[in-house]
């Protein structure tokens, strides 16, 4: 089982990547899973067949398999061969209908919960100086994703606050104009804008820079009605 599932994501290509780097250092493995569950909920799974990927979802379903029991307990979950071992059932008949017949599954815990399922179509084990080499891997995969993921939201916060500096300033600049033109004070002039905003439907960045852009002209009679209204006196 060679054949990759799309994948949508960068943490779901991730996944992929570490299931065939998995595959490749485990003699007698014909297929990978990987499970990622980050500590905010998020999840990503990826398999290198499809057949696999429903392997996934049915113990996300059932709560029962090699991939989920190795998660909840944090150690290597073998089954040598399903057709003896029937810890599992749904799993078992599964993993029998799509010709499986083992699997060894290694769970990773570096900030985010990694688990590596590895399947063979033969009775086999995965060896335990190999299973370190899996969750090594794993731990290694779940490090990076987490320091993108750092570096992202630094980055989208960063993009926000500039967002909002730029918006303040603008909406300062319109209160000044406001004022200005109303000989009225910093509170009274954000009420009047606030008050346009919620008439008009639009942000109230949005109608400071219309006043920004045109400086108040034409709209000095519609200012002071709406001032009127804010001090009660409309």
Not at 22 to 43: H, I, K, N, Q
Not at 151 to 178: C, F, H, K, N, P
Request: proline content about 4%; aromatic content about 2%; glycine content about 8%.
């Amino acid at each position: 089982m060679t054949r990759p599932v799309d994948t949508t994501s960068e943490a779901a290509a991730a996944a992929l990547r570490l299931g065939r780097r998995a595959m490749r250092c485990s003699a007698g493995c014909r297929g990978a899973t990987v499970v990622l569950r980050f500590p905010d909920g998020e999840r990503h799974s990826a398999a290198t067949h499809p057949d696999l990927a429903a392997l996934v979802a049915l113990q996300e379903e059932t709560g029962e398999g090699p991939d989920a029991e190795a998660a909840r307990s944090g150690r290597p979950v073998s089954a040598a061969d399903l057709v003896t071992d029937a810890r599992w059932p749904d799993f078992r008949v599964a993993a029998l209908e799509r010709g499986l017949r083992a699997c060894t599954a290694v769970p990773a815990a570096e900030g985010a919960t990694t688990t590596v399922a590895l399947y063979a179509f033969r009775p086999w084990r995965l060896p335990a100086s190999v299973q370190e080499v899996v969750r090594v891997l794993a731990e290694e995969t779940a490090e990076g994703l987490l320091r993108e993921h750092a570096r992202a939201g630094a980055e989208a916060e960063a993009d926000q606050l500039r967002t909002a500096m730029a918006s303040r300033a603008v909406i300062d600049q319109a209160g000044g104009i406001v004022m200005h033109m109303l000989d009225c004070d910093a509170d009274h002039a954000f009420d009047v804008l606030r008050t346009l905003s919620q008439r008009t439907n639009r942000k109230l960045s949005a109608v400071a820079a219309r006043i920004v852009r045109v400086r108040g002209r034409g709209s000095t009679r519609e200012l002071r009605r709406l001032l009127g209204e804010v001090r009660g006196e409309g």
